[in-house]
């Protein structure tokens, strides 16, 4: 049981990590990969007080390394949900169960792109998850379409399960060595019903069907993450405090909304670590 989650690896999370510790609390860090956000392509900021003309890159390694001084810990891998249980958090990161007592949504403002269909066949067939549906298709045929190397290790996990696992891949990736996995060159256009409740999947060069397709990417939407979480626009709505409509959850950086720059999202990182200290301070 950790006193706070911190969902993201950018200036906010890395913030509020070091604000957390700060205030004592234990704290974890999950992250997809600290280099995947928006701060590690701008390749020179100039509005970042006292740190003239630094690269991204190196402000999130300075970032990383003070929090990491500080005693905050590091998870790699992407949370794919937060479900409130009584007073605390279960959250579902990769194939692994946390616990919690107060979590902060600090993902950036970047969205995952659906394709076309996978959001009306989500629990129809479609799955962006193979610990908690793999069950559903043993012995099935299943395919995974994966836009990151985390895609990999799910295959890897569905082909003990399944009859067999055919792997698309979305976006440029290392893929898995693993016999048991077939590896397809097709582009991926698009999900679709197809007959006897199997899903299509429809491609430049034709269309293949499974009984059931696992998607993979290494980012959420706020609010399928945590259902229920009030949004503002596609942004996480806050108070002052970095509340979140949902207790003892809080939000910083770009994912609660412009502007977005780092020096906002560091300053929300901290405010919300000292929210949830003084939140779980009082029980
Ligand atoms: C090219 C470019 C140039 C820029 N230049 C400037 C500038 O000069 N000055 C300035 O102030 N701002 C600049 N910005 C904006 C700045 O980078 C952002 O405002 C800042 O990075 C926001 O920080 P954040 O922590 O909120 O989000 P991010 O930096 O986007 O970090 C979010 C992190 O969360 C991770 N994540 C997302 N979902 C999950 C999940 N479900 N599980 C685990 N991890 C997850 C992502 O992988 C990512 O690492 C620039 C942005 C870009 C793209």
């Known amino acids: 049981m950790t006193d706070l989650i911190i969902i993201g690896g950018g200036p906010?999370?890395?913030?509020?990590?070091?604000?957390?510790?700060?205030?004592?609390?234990?704290?974890?860090?999950?992250?997809?990969?600290?280099?995947?956000?928006?701060?590690?392509r701008a390749?020179?900021?100039?509005?970042?007080p006292g740190m003239p003309h630094v690269s991204g890159r190196e402000l999130l390694r300075v970032f990383r390394a003070q929090a990491e001084e500080a005693g905050a810990s590091f998870m790699s891998g992407v949370a794919r949900q937060i479900?409130?249980?009584?007073?605390?958090?279960?959250?579902?990161?990769?194939?692994?169960?946390?616990?919690?007592?107060?979590?902060?949504?600090a993902m950036g403002a970047a969205r995952p792109a659906l394709l076309p269909g996978e959001e009306d066949l989500l629990g129809r067939g479609v799955s962006w998850c193979g610990t908690c549906d793999g069950m559903f298709y043993r012995g099935k045929r299943v395919a995974v379409l994966s836009a990151w190397n985390g895609g990999a290790e799910e295959a890897e996990f569905l082909a003990g399960l399944c009859?067999?696992?055919?792997?698309?891949?979305?976006?440029?990736?290392?893929?898995?060595?693993?016999?048991?996995?077939?590896?397809?060159?097709?582009?991926?256009?698009?999900?679709?019903?197809?007959?006897?409740?199997?899903?299509?999947?429809?491609?430049?060069?034709?269309?293949?069907?499974?009984?059931?397709?696992?998607?993979?990417?290494?980012?959420?939407?706020?609010?399928?993450?945590l259902p229920g979480l009030a949004l503002n626009g596609g942004f996480v709505s806050v108070d002052r405090r970095m509340a979140?409509?949902?207790?003892?959850?809080?939000?910083?950086?770009?994912?609660?909304?412009?502007p977005l720059q780092v020096a906002k999202a560091v300053g929300e990182g901290n405010v919300a670590a000292i929210s949830a200290s003084e939140d779980l301070a009082r029980g």
């Open 163 to 225: 009859a067999s696992v055919d792997y698309y891949t979305l976006k440029p990736h290392d893929v898995p060595a693993d016999e048991r996995i077939t590896q397809r060159s097709e582009k991926v256009r698009g999900l679709a019903a197809g007959e006897n409740r199997q899903i299509t999947v429809e491609t430049a060069d034709g269309s293949v069907s499974y009984d059931g397709v696992f998607v993979f990417r290494p980012a959420v939407a706020p609010d399928r993450l």
């Open 12 to 40: 906010a999370a890395l913030s509020c990590a070091l604000t957390a510790r700060q205030r004592n609390l234990d704290c974890l860090v999950v992250c997809a990969d600290t280099n995947s956000g928006w701060l590690a």
């Open 83 to 105: 479900q409130p249980m009584g007073s605390e958090f279960m959250v579902l990161v990769g194939n692994d169960v946390l616990e919690t007592k107060a979590v902060v949504l």
């Open 244 to 258: 979140t409509s949902v207790p003892l959850v809080y939000a910083c950086g770009d994912c609660t909304g412009q």
């Open 43 to 48: 390749e020179s900021l100039d509005n970042y």
